[in-house]
């Protein structure tokens, strides 16, 4: 049996770099590590004192889970410490974190939700971990500027996600295809398991909460009712929707399947905002699902070609498998057919 572990992985897939100095695979490797920390605690939620609130709100507005705070704290102490960035972003903070100026800062950025799904923990529900790779852009003499952070999805360098679930699973992709590794509890190793994830070009389940149905535009409803129903060329899809996005966007990644988040109206008469952050969520596992053959679009277009004005910006976001995903996205730009049962009603590209 051929073990092949993240760290060798990560090695094998640097060599192919000859000019390359090993700091993207420290960084990535520290990652890994600071996963098997938060995994651990994870696992401990019910014996320690991780479970429930701090009492403290984030930059979002978003009661403070424990675990949040403990993964956030993990990741930030780990890779801080490693000397391959030069400064990081959470979703739990407002404000860029910079390495200190008296320590060694290499020329990545990171970006990360250090717990997606946090709501779930209390529940014992999947959550996760996602994370965006990005290089600096301004001179490394200087500080760090906002624009080394506010950078389109497809200039990733690497992205990924760990998701805790009845197995800690690490999964990321550096360009060349989208690789995961189960963690094995018995020697404490991210083992290579799912090796070149494809999904499958046709969804088999979509994923929405169809709890803000009252709040969902014309569009939004067109389109779940087409997934429940099957119609327009779209076969009829089963509704599995988990409420942790790392664990929804994981199963359909494997399965075949598409998640939909459309911006919301909370209260008659208001303006309809999306939830999900562009550099924390979205723009990670966009780069994730098209390095695997799928799709991402905020409504409008690819997602990856998406501009971020700032580090919390909220977008809508439509992803997975490619056919399901385009034919959403056709709906939101050109509006819902006139004709629904007519499939030559569709509207197209033209």
Known sequence: MNVITI?????????????????FSGLMNNIAFAAKIISASVNRAGLVDVLGETGDENVQGERVKKLD???????????GNGGQVCAMASEEREEIIRVPEDGYRGRYVLV???????????VNVSIGTIFSILRRL??????????????????????????????????????MGV?????????????LSHEDIRIPDRAGVYSVNEGNANGWDEETRYVVDTW???????????ARYIGSLVADFHRNLL????????SVTKEPGGTPKPKLRLLYEAA?????????????????????RREPSSLHERVPLIIGSAEAVRFAEKIYRKGVPTAPDDASAIPTDS
Not at 112 to 122: A, E, K, R, V
Not at 228 to 238: K, Y
């Open 228 to 238: 429940r129903h099957g119609r327009d060329g779209q076969p009829p899809l089963n």
């Open 69 to 79: 705070r403990h993964a956030d704290e993990t990741l930030v102490r780990v890779v």
């Open 179 to 191: 690789h995961g590794f189960t963690l094995d509890p018995s020697c404490g190793e991210f083992l």
């Open 7 to 23: 760290e060798r992985h990560i090695a094998e897939v640097q060599r192919r770099f000859p000019e390359a100095r090993g700091n």
């Open 284 to 304: 990670p596992l966009a780069y994730l699902v098209e390095q695997a053959g799928g799709y991402a679009s905020d409504g409008v277009g690819p997602l990856l």
């Open 112 to 122: 990360f939700d250090p717990l997606d799904g946090s709501s779930n923990t209390d």
């Open 138 to 175: 301004s001179p490394d003499d200087g500080p760090v500027e906002d624009r080394d952070l506010l950078q389109p999805g497809f200039r990733q360098v690497a992205a990924g996600y760990v998701v805790y679930g009845s197995s800690t699973m690490f999964v990321y992709s550096a360009g």
């Open 255 to 262: 399965q075949g399947g598409v998640f939909l988040y459309p």
